[in-house]
């Protein structure tokens, strides 16, 4: 034998030794006697040891049934302590997060949402991937992954949750701007030194929308190229080029004046921010309110940046 078939047969001897007889042990359980009684004298065949001296009057243990039974305390107490951990990981915020997010998505605000949720939920730790691969949600163990997709988006066995909307503008900063006539359209940037996200093709375009959802397509040569978000901000406001970035990642720039949005009418078509997840069933609130958090600071970016324009 290498382990015994039904745990719950360790609880059911322990609570028969506590009360002292079957019938006590069966009304606290609210059971019948007879059905622990077998439930007991089965766990003795396949123990092969006699655990309980029975008599029409009394139990009693065994020399070996005292020892087993100080096992079934101990089995007993360490799965109510395992049920006490679950019970306090449904009821308020606790535990490791394992999520997953794209580089330039952090860079854009998420990070920081992520940080005032963590300052405000002690016992909670969060633990990001920040890659701009697809992740497979359930085999890597991930409790959701942020994506940015345009829409729709496709069909899936995961839950979707929506976050919000990432666009990019172009901003460049008011020393670049003031040795330029105000640009009227994109192709008026022509004269204008840029910058751009790397592209393995080495072609740069910037692919827009105006506010009659027409789609406008420009080319440019860029002065500097690269993947990191923060190198395009801190050469933006340098006056290097005019940028394409997030809306959400330079608000405060636009708002405290240290970068111009050029062109208002013109931004990327949006991307759908969401998270992907297995189920809902089952949501821990560490999960569930790390979730709300991205929604609500999503909401809160919006609002700031409408109200401030």
Not at 27 to 48: N, P
Not at 210 to 228: C, G, M, N, V, Y
Not at 264 to 283: C, E, N, Q, S
């Amino acid at each position: 034998m290498d382990q015994i078939t039904d745990l719950n047969d360790l609880r059911i001897f322990a609570e028969v030794v506590e009360h002292g007889s079957f019938t006590a042990a069966a009304r606290t359980l609210g059971t019948q006697t007879s059905k622990l009684s077998r439930r007991v004298r089965a766990l003795e065949e396949e123990l092969q040891v006699r655990l309980l001296n029975r008599t029409s009057r009394s139990l009693s243990l065994t020399e070996t049934g005292r020892q087993f039974y100080q096992h079934c305390l101990a089995v007993v107490a360490e799965s109510q302590a395992a049920k006490d951990i679950v019970d306090q990981t449904r009821t308020k915020p606790q535990g490791t997060v394992r999520i997953s997010c794209p580089v330039a998505l952090l860079s854009s605000g998420v990070s920081g949402i992520i940080s005032r949720y963590i300052d405000e939920n002690p016992q909670v730790q969060v633990l990001v991937d920040a890659t701009n691969r697809r992740v497979d949600v359930v085999e890597e163990g991930l409790d959701f992954a942020v994506r940015v997709r345009l829409p729709p988006l496709e069909n899936t066995d995961l839950t979707v949750r929506h976050l919000g909307l990432s666009i990019h503008i172009l901003v460049a900063s008011p020393e670049l701007a003031a040795r330029h006539p105000a640009p009227s359209s994109v192709e008026s940037l022509k004269d204008w030194s840029t910058l751009a996200m790397a592209s393995n093709s080495g072609r740069f375009a910037w692919n827009l929308v105006d506010t009659s959802e027409k789609a406008i397509s420009w080319a440019h040569q860029p002065r500097l190229a690269t993947d990191d978000l923060a190198t395009l901000r801190l050469a933006a406001m340098q006056g290097v080029g005019v940028a394409l970035l997030p809306r959400e990642f330079i608000g405060d720039d636009v708002q405290a004046g240290r970068l111009l949005h050029l062109l208002p009418d013109l931004a990327t078509p949006p991307g759908l921010v969401h998270a992907v997840f297995a189920t809902r069933r089952g949501m821990v609130p560490a999960v569930r309110y790390l979730l709300d958090a991205l929604v609500a600071g999503f909401e809160a970016f919006n609002e700031k940046w409408y109200s401030g324009r």
